[in-house]
């Protein structure tokens, strides 16, 4: 079994940054592209980012210029830096992996932006 586990959230005022943090853990011996969505309520799920196996990254539009995806293959982790957040970021922001050639999510961390 494979978990992803997310940390990293919580409230931050307009402006402000957060790093998000996913980490693989179980019996896991491949991980590819691997990426953070989001959602909010009454709206369906939407890609945040995306990052290769080789480290090659792809954005959303809405989050060019703001947000990193980074990773770590020797610890199995994903990150996101989300820097001059806007209250339209308010989410539940989930983490996603290709792991041992199937998909799997994170249970989801809150992101709050708001003063």
């Known amino acids: 079994q494979v978990q992803l586990v997310e940390s990293g959230g919580g409230l931050v005022q307009p402006g402000g940054s957060l790093r998000l943090s996913c980490a693989a853990s179980g019996s896991i011996f491949s991980i590819n592209a691997m990426g953070w969505y989001r959602q909010t309520p009454g709206k369906q799920r939407e890609l945040v980012a995306l990052?290769?196996?080789?480290?090659?990254?792809n954005y959303a539009d809405f989050v060019k210029g703001r947000f990193t995806i980074s990773r770590d293959n020797a610890k199995n982790s994903v990150y996101l830096q989300m820097n001059s957040l806007k209250p339209e970021d308010t989410a539940v922001y989930y983490c996603?992996?290709?792991?041992?050639?199937?998909?799997?999510w994170g249970q989801g961390t809150q992101v709050t932006v708001s003063s």
């Open positions: 990052i290769s196996s080789g480290s090659i990254a």
């Open positions: 996603n992996g290709n792991v041992n050639f199937r998909t799997w």
